[in-house]
């Protein structure tokens, strides 16, 4: 039996003993009662009457034990021309700091407090402060518009929001403050602060009740020390997109977060206390809290806080300088990063320029990684490439080549082996295991590993019938797929209206109410189409209200903007057609599948309970007229 099979095997027979050895590694102000708490299945908690704080584990606990002159952060941020380092003792002053300055605004444990910060030290300093002091962050996304600031504000309820002046991108400098007071004017819940941290690039006003600068607040605090909360604490919530417009507030634990976190970087991504890592993603996705923040801290690891993109900041070469300016060991990003690299760097010129003898290995996730971006990564930097695959509710991987176990045979297209901890499987529509390479709906057997989601915030029903009801007895991923006789899993598509645009978790469901809003739509639909660089692109279709005499291409002007306002750039929604009416099935069902296999020139079966085959037609017509469906059957 291979060492990863025997590890395997050991985490599913007996999950207790083998988190609890994992538990060992971090300080426990009072040790579990129980590591697996099973009492409310399918709903499962771990550590239950452990106490601990996940601030003093990722930083207090460093300094401790003589990690304090170690670099805890490299900034590195091409897109202003600055980068410094912070140590972890530095590091320590600065979020007791903050912490103090929460709680002297009335901040404490269980208080939500929202951060809207663009990928500077500062949003690090805020998420551990929040932790040091039991409060609950919840990090929204700088490309979302205020609307969706404020759906979030009302299911979180914050005490305190925590921002910066602005967010810088290549084209633009984005004022935040103006998002935060529209999305504070949209919500029905007042947060009773908002602390603005001013950049050098943009002033903002604080002349709303309730601002407060970063820098004052910090000069009247008095640095707070680490408050021991529950394992089964929120630490964090971080909201995603389902198929409503609704987003869910996944919540993540204290106690099982720390350990699988700290679990992961030496078993998945086999970098040791002291190494560099960098995950080149951004602090409001799930990536970006699990392997720029906690992962990294925890195992007190330097890690990379980049504010740039793979290119364009300056050069296709972005990512090689980084690496071998700060001796990067790991690298985590996305796969459509290295495709905007590679159509702008197909050789790998800028690679040779750069001396990249620390890297080891690089780790993708976030979208399905094709082969041919997999093999061009594996040719041009020499190192392993590892796609793993993971999701906002999971908080780590539930599949991955786990390089701190061994070094298993890379098969292009596929996740690698299921995790430790984790039983995968690809199921039915009546929840039976498809042979090996036949396709179905992957679930996970329950209960969970630790660091996944215990649940959403405030809607356990939602919880459930989302996840725990479709296959008793399993956690339904959404994704669809197979997995081959060797147990490695090949992750295909979702099976519901997510979609993924460069990496981003969207629903399709929330910008059809944007569409459907717009005075002149009876009805609607978005589909995600694939495209060569982000994966998929939202494409929308509009049926116009009778009598409508409006010029289509107004309509489709007003409706992409109102997507940008509503929902944000980053849903890259720039295309949409008007067609007479959208295909349906004779219960009403909107054939959404049909219609992206047609966006995609694949073949796809006319679907018996069609109401009207014409309608196809139409659809792939209107495609055309927008750049698509190249050679539907
Ligand atoms: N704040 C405000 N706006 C943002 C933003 C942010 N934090 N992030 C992106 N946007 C904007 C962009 O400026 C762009 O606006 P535009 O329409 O005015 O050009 C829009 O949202 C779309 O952004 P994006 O899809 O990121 O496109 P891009 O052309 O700027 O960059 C990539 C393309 C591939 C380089 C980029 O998407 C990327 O690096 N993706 C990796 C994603 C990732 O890390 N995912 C996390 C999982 S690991
Ligand atoms: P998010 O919650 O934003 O991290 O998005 C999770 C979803 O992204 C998953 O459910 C998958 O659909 C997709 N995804 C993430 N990683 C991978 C991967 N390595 N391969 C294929 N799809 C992935």
Known sequence: MSEYSDIHQRSIENPSEFWAEAAEHLVWERRWDRVLDDSNAPIYRWFTGGRLNTCYNAVDRHVANGRGEQAAIIYDSPITGTGRQITYRELQDQVALFAGALAGNGVGRGDRVILYMPMIPEA????????????????????????????????????????????????????????????????????????????????????????????????????????????????????????????????????????????????????EPGEVYWAASDIGWVVGHSYIIYGPLLSGNTTVLYEGKPVGTPDAGAFWRVISEHKVTTMFTAPTAFRAIRQQDPEGDYIKKYDLSSMRALFLAGERCDPDTLHWAEEKLGVPVIDHWWQTET???????????????????????????WEVQALDDAGNDVAAGGIGAIACKLPLPPGTLPGLWNAEDRFRSSYLETFPGYYETGDAGYIDEDGYIFVMSRTDDVINVAGHRLSTGAIEEVLAAHDDVAECAVIGVADELKGQLPVGFLVLKAGVEHDEADIVADVVRMVRERVGPVAVFKKAVVVTCLPKTRSGKILRSTMRKIADGEPYTVPATIEDTGVLDNIEVALQSVGYAPCAT
């Not at 004052?216 to 008095?222: L, R, W």
């Not at 991955?400 to 082996?417: D, M, Q, W």
């Open 124 to 271: 690090i300093v805020a998420v551990l402060a929040c932790a040091r002091i039991g409060a609950v962050h919840s990090v929204v996304f700088g490309g979302f518009a205020p609307n969706e600031l404020a759906t979030r504000i009302d299911d979180a309820k914050p005490k305190a929001i925590v921002s910066a002046s602005c967010g810088i991108e290549p084209s633009r400098v984005i004022a935040y403050k103006p998002l935060l007071d529209n999305a504070r004017n949209l919500s029905k819940h007042k947060p009773d602060c908002c602390i603005v941290f001013q950049r050098p690039q943009l002033q903002a006003d604080l002349n709303e009740p309730g601002d407060l600068d970063w820098h004052d607040a910090m000069a009247n605090a008095v640095p707070h020390d680490c408050v021991a909360v529950e394992a089964t604490d929120p630490l964090y919530l971080l909201y995603t997109s389902g198929t409503t417009g609704q987003p869910k507030g996944i919540v993540r634990d204290n106690g099982g977060h720390a350990v699988a976190l700290h679990w992961t970087m030496k078993n998945i991504y086999n970098v």
């Open 395 to 421: 908080g780590w991987s539930i599949a991955a080549n786990c390089l701190g176990i061994e070094l298993a045979p890379v098969k292009a297209g596929s996740v690698g082996r299921a995790a430790p901890g």
